[in-house]
């Protein structure tokens, strides 16, 4: 590739040399001369609009604006002469005078670009009148408030909806002085099409669009220490590289690390973005117990893991041993599923299961029978959503479930045409334009079944002899009258998804929980072959993808920990400790036991009443550890962003202590060691990012 031709100019007074097609501020900037700005943001497209860049060329009368002007040979920029600043400033008061900028009243003072470049060019009234009008305010959403009337019209948020969110639901209404940005067809937040995924409140410089959950950050003169730490979201398994601020030990807000080269760019969904700073319900701090009443109270330490050691020790070396049940959510990270199956299976031989059990034995099972004709398969990566032409969501919600991968869905169909379809009982995303095949939950197994069989007619070239035995399944007179639930209309846009899967040349097949949690282990099998028909991505990767319910569930899948529990309708278990994430709502009905301890974040939740038992435990943010990604292919090593309450103690350590009270031996001895033994369970050598 031919190097970039450079140019040489003087920036005031400097020689410098650039690229040939750079702006003058990216030249500036990287070089270490500050031009102020405003509409500009590194990670969106130039713009131009707010002029607080200008910069004088040549000596010319008129003043350029800097982000959107390339550089040329010989070139004499001058960014702080009288004139430049003078016009600065003229443009900051009007932008104050427009519209309600008082300081002291927004929730954005101390974090706030217009503030910042008032106090940098030294305005502290103003000389022209103000023109305030009163302008609406849309606080209809849970996580963000748009408020009008402190907006600049910057077009920031504007942009970043449609260059990074993909969405293009933001846009400008009116002209001049009534100019407003608008959502879809000037709907509120909560009427829109905005899936409140907060890119646009994190690109806003002012406080036009605000947070609802975060605390005040700073005060000019005051401000408090924010620190800026970088990890991964392991809420759903995509594994976003995140920014985490932390003021005075306490969550101010997490945002995105924007970048063009990842295939997110730095967006993040609602859940991670803002779940973290929602209210969960009362904290558990310490240790409690059921009182005969049904009351609890706070205990110590020691006698709450009595009380759970005892209850262990009462069934060990009897026959009741598989009394005994560990439930582990996939919330949790994988340390705490690793012990939890040291402790219980191996020591105790008990069992130890997934509260998303359900899901991974239907894909456990899924995969097994597949195995059986073709080895060596595994799903492909979340990341194929960038290169697909048609996308399928089969029993899947992922507005519900996984908003970014619903987001990602939606910016590969508005940016690179790809068409989206869907079966199941309900649209996977809300006000989209794709192929919908309505099929009700209870019949969902004979329209996949049906689809597999348009597809495998459609394809061009004859199946080879491994396919007889697929063919066979998939082709037989009574499949006619599998399919007689469907009116005219329906098949035919089945007919039409199996036409445009069968000419498609990259294909993904998205599985949700209508399939995984409903036990459909031959639907889910039958869309394995679905893909199949359209051949294997590099290292034997099916081009399809499984929603997980939690970010780490495939730790529970990697360890065993799939197979489903007793049922709750069998005799009372002896012992059954639960591990969950904050308030879970698990995937499975917890069996009856006759002594339940429950280790959580939070007094909140279905299994709070029922536990004898509750032992506290950190959040994600407090503790951190091995995440897995939602193929399973790539771990992360979170590291504690926060403290956890005085008196909290990792879940590890309290597993570990759990299991020398029973006198366990060959247990990891530090940290650093039960890392190790967890990764290898895993199966994989170490972490692939930090």
């Not at 969550?251 to 700073?277: M, N, P, T, W």
């Not at 558990?284 to 262990?312: F, K, N, Y």
Request: proline share 6%; net charge neutral; aromatic share 4%.
């Amino acid at each position: 590739m031919e190097a970039a031709r450079r140019v040489t100019l003087k920036i005031d007074g400097r020689e410098i040399v650039a690229r040939e097609g750079m702006t003058i501020l990216e030249a500036a900037r990287e070089n270490g001369i500050h031009i102020p700005t405003l509409c500009h943001h590194p990670a969106l497209s130039n713009w131009g609009g707010c002029r607080i860049c200008v910069v004088e060329v040549d000596g010319a009368p008129r003043l350029v604006a800097s982000c959107v002007m390339p550089v040329r040979e010989g070139m004499d920029v001058a960014t702080n002469s009288e004139r430049v600043l003078e016009s600065r400033r003229t443009i900051l008061e009007f932008l104050f005078a427009e519209r309600n900028h008082y300081c002291m009243f927004c929730s954005q003072s101390g974090d706030c670009e217009l503030q910042d470049l008032a106090y940098e060019l030294g305005m502290d009234h103003l000389t022209v009148p103000p023109g305030f009008r009163e302008f609406p305010v849309d606080a209809t959403s849970s996580y963000m408030v748009l408020d009008h009337n402190r907006c600049i019209l910057c077009a920031r948020c504007v942009r970043a909806c449609r260059e990074i969110a993909g969405k293009q639901v933001l846009n400008f209404q009116n002209r001049g002085a009534k100019t407003l940005v608008s959502k879809d067809l000037n709907e509120l937040t909560d009427e829109s099409t905005c899936d409140s995924c907060g890119t646009c409140l994190q690109l806003c410089p002012t406080g036009a669009i605000y947070h609802r959950l975060r605390t005040h950050q700073a005060v000019r003169g005051k401000a408090r220490k924010v620190e800026v730490a970088r990890t991964h979201c392991p809420l759903c398994g995509i594994l976003c590289e995140t920014e985490v601020r932390v003021a005075d030990g306490s969550l101010v807000a997490i945002d995105g690390v924007l970048s063009s080269s990842s295939v997110h760019r730095g967006q993040l969904c609602r859940k991670g973005r803002f779940e973290a700073l929602e209210d969960r319900g009362p904290r558990l701090i310490q240790p409690m117990i059921r009182q005969p009443d049904g009351s609890l109270r706070s205990t110590s330490w020691e006698d709450a893991l009595e009380r759970l050691c005892g209850a262990l020790m009462a069934s060990r070396g009897t026959k009741r041993q598989k009394n005994v049940l560990g439930l582990i959510s996939g919330g949790c990270p994988a340390e705490e599923a690793f012990l939890l199956g040291e402790i219980l299976e191996r020591g105790l031989k008990g069992n130890v299961v997934s509260t998303d059990a359900p899901h991974l034995f239907t894909i456990k099972k899924a995969w097994e029978e597949v195995g059986k004709s073709f080895l060596g398969l595994k799903e492909c990566s979340w990341e194929k959503l960038d290169q697909a032409d048609l996308i399928l969501f089969a029993g899947a919600e992922p507005e519900r479930t996984h908003p970014m991968i619903a987001a990602l869905s939606k910016r590969a169909a508005m940016e690179k045409g790809a068409t989206l379809a869907g079966i199941g009982p309900n649209p996977a995303i809300s006000s989209w334009s794709g192929i919908w095949v309505k099929v009700p939950a209870e019949e969902l197994p004979n329209g996949v079944r049906a689809l597999l069989r348009e597809v495998a007619t459609r394809v061009t070239s004859e199946p080879v002899a491994r396919w007889r035995d697929l063919m066979a399944q998939i082709e037989g007179p009574e499949q006619e009258e599998k399919v007689a639930f469907m009116d005219s209309a329906t098949a035919g846009l089945l007919r039409e998804v199996a036409q445009r899967f069968a000419l498609s040349k990259s294909p993904l097949v998205i599985v949700g929980d209508g399939v995984t949690g409903s036990g459909q282990i031959s639907t889910l099998r039958n869309l394995m072959f679905l893909a199949l028909l359209k051949g294997l991505l590099l290292e034997g990767a099916l081009r399809l993808l499984i929603l997980k319910p939690r970010g780490n569930t495939m730790s529970s899948m990697r360890m065993g920990w799939w197979r489903l529990p007793p049922s709750a309708s069998e005799e009372p278990l002896d012992v059954c400790f639960v591990v969950e994430d904050g308030c879970d709502s698990p995937s499975i009905e917890v069996p009856k036991t006759r002594f339940l301890a429950l280790m959580t974040s939070h007094l909140a939740g279905p299994l709070v009443e029922r536990a004898q038992v509750l032992i506290p435990k950190p959040t994600w943010l407090e503790q951190g550890g091995i995440f897995l990604s939602m193929d399973g292919t790539e771990a992360v090593q979170l590291f504690p962003i926060v403290d956890p309450p005085e008196g909290v103690r990792r879940g590890w350590e309290t597993l570990l202590a759990i299991g020398g009270r029973l006198g366990m031996r060959g247990l990891p001895k530090d940290t650093a060691d039960l890392r190790g033994r967890t990764m290898e369970a895993l199966g994989l050598p170490s972490p692939s990012r930090q």
